[in-house]
C-alpha cells in the first residue's frame, strides 16, 4: 500500500508540473495573441508565426492538464447516480467509467500515433506562413493522450481493489501534497 501512496504522490506532482508549464504556456498565448491583434489592429498584417504557435501549443495545453483533472477528481460531472451510491456500488461505478476512459483514450492514442508515424514518415506540415511540421502537434497530442491513460489504469487499480475490499477511498489532491 505503501508503494501505492508513493506512487500517487510522484505521479501528483509530474501531472502539476504540466499543469504549471502550461499555466506559463497560456500566459504566453495570451500575450502573443494580444499583441497579434493590436499589430493587425495598428498596421494592418498579422505577426509571422502567431497563429501557428497558437494552434500547436493549444494542443499540450488541453492534453497536458486533462490528467491532473481526472487524477484529482476535479471534472466536471452530472453526479445523480453516483451521488447516492456507497461502497461497492460506487466503486463499480467508477470501475465503469475508468474502463469506458480508458477505452476513448486507449483508441485515441492508438489512432493519433498512427497519425503521428504517418506525419513522421511524409514529413507533412501545417497551414499558415510557417512551415511547422505536423509531427509537433500530434506529438503533444499522443503525449498527453498516453499521460491520460496511465492516469486512468492508475484509478482502475485503485477501483478495483475498492471493488475487492467494498471500501472506496475519496480521491482528489493528495494530502500532504499541497493544491493545484
Not at 492516469?151 to 485503485?158: G, I, P, S
Request: with cysteine; charged share 15%.
Amino acid at each position: 500500500m505503501e508503494l501505492n501512496r508513493t506512487f500517487e504522490l510522484i505521479w501528483g506532482r509530474i501531472l502539476r508540473a504540466f499543469a504549471v508549464a502550461n499555466g506559463i504556456v497560456l500566459l504566453v498565448l495570451a500575450t502573443m495573441i494580444t499583441t497579434d491583434v493590436l499589430v493587425r489592429w495598428v498596421a494592418g498584417r498579422p505577426i509571422v508565426g502567431v497563429f501557428e504557435f497558437a494552434e500547436i501549443l493549444l494542443v499540450p495545453v488541453i492534453f497536458f492538464v486533462l490528467p491532473l483533472v481526472q487524477f484529482t477528481n476535479r471534472q466536471i460531472r452530472v453526479d445523480g447516480l453516483s451521488a447516492q451510491a456507497r461502497g461497492r456500488s460506487l466503486a463499480a461505478l467508477r470501475f465503469l467509467d475508468q474502463v469506458l476512459g480508458l477505452f476513448l483514450f486507449g483508441l485515441l492514442l492508438w489512432a493519433g500515433s498512427e497519425y503521428w508515424l504517418e506525419a513522421w514518415r511524409g514529413d507533412y506540415v501545417g497551414q499558415g506562413m510557417l512551415q511547422i511540421p505536423s509531427v509537433i502537434p500530434m506529438g503533444f497530442l499522443v503525449f498527453g493522450t498516453f499521460l491520460m491513460c496511465v492516469t486512468l489504469l492508475f484509478l482502475l487499480a485503485r477501483s478495483v481493489a475498492a471493488l475487492i475490499t467494498g471500501r472506496v477511498e475519496e480521491y482528489g489532491v493528495p494530502e500532504g501534497d499541497g493544491d493545484v
